[in-house]
């Protein structure tokens, strides 16, 4: 793939002039007529309201289940999709958990994307029989549950991605990684930065900052101690740009080399960022770029256009949320009989090779004690207000993926 400059502007004119081909017609039974019959209970929990909105995925998926309920349904049964905030909070999250699972009665969860809820979470899952297809996991624990699986790599690998490329490009000796003090988050993405150091001759140190008192400034100042040849943010969005505000203010732009998660590969990272961190900023992707010319990707602008609203988030996970909803779809569609927990577990934990234009390998849920199938992206570059793709797919490498890659090449699914 040659590499592209794509500016904001552009992409959101391409994101309008796609609707239409595919927003009616390419989602669920795809037959235009609205179901009408018994709904069928989906659930998801997002951390909306909190130090960050982190609900894109959701907000994705809604917007497919609703061309699906329009299209025909479930074989003519509409889906009703309830989504809980948990507002990061872990009791916020285990009580909405509760609400879906024993209260709405859910048959599955789709689209989820949290910072706190597979940790208060995974456990109920197993013992209600509840699998989950989330769009976007986060910290450790929605890495290692049994019924849990996501669209995204998480930011383990992501920040690691971006770190390797900063580091293999530039020839880097040392680097800084940076992260919040969320439990299951911050220590865990930086320790595999520091792994890869280790195994590679390059030197991390990290710094570990409490999100309730971000403090830009301070953090940049930290950075700058360090004298590091390049830093990683492995953090959300939101909470780089202080950082990147600071940095600008000590020029350490021109010194440093920059590299950030795929939560930064957002339409309007670049504009938020600023001129100053044009050409200085490595993003990290966790899918393929959001111009790619593909069935999939063409389908999720075109829904998002109809059906979803127009504040919904331009993104990597929205892209996320977009899989999780078709694919879910498609395994209930395939389900004969009853469509009830037992039956929506073995349909979802049945999808493998998962093949997409916004994938850089087959997806796949499957069995196991715990689930990691997308660990490939590519790295980008903010230019010119848009983002310029610069690599092939390229495998993260952390040591703490040994156990999936070996379960992947027993079954046929070597990356």
Known sequence: MKNRNIATATLLLAVVASGGAYAADSCGMSNGKAATGE????????????PEDFSS???????YFKCVNANGGINGRPINYTVQDDTWNPEVAAQSASKLVKDTKVVGMVGSSSFVECGANNATYEQEGVAVVAGVGVPRACFYGKNYVSFNQGPRQSTLGAAQYIVETFKLKKVTCVAPGIPGFGDWVCAGVEAYGKANGVEVSTVIFDPGKLDGNAIALQVAASKPGGVVLGMPRGMMLPILTGAEQQDLGKSIKWGLPTSAYHTQMPKAAGKYWDGKLYVHMEMEPLETNGPDTKNWKAIM???????DPIDTFSQAGYMAARVSTEALLGIKGTID???????????????????????????????????????SQIVNGGFKTLTECFQSKDSDLADITAIEAKGGLVK
């Not at 709904?39 to 909190?50: R, S």
């Open 341 to 379: 927990r037992k039956s929506t577990f073995e349909a979802f934990k049945g999808m493998t090779k998962v093949k997409s234009d916004m994938l850089c390998a087959p997806w796949y849920f499957g069995s196991g004690d715990r689930h990691q199938p997308n660990h490939a992206g590519r790295m």
């Open 57 to 63: 995925s959701a907000r994705s998926a809604a917007a």
């Open 39 to 50: 709904p069928i209970q989906i659930g998801a929990i997002v951390g909306k309201t909190g």
């Open 305 to 311: 256009e109809k059906y979803g609203d127009k504040k």
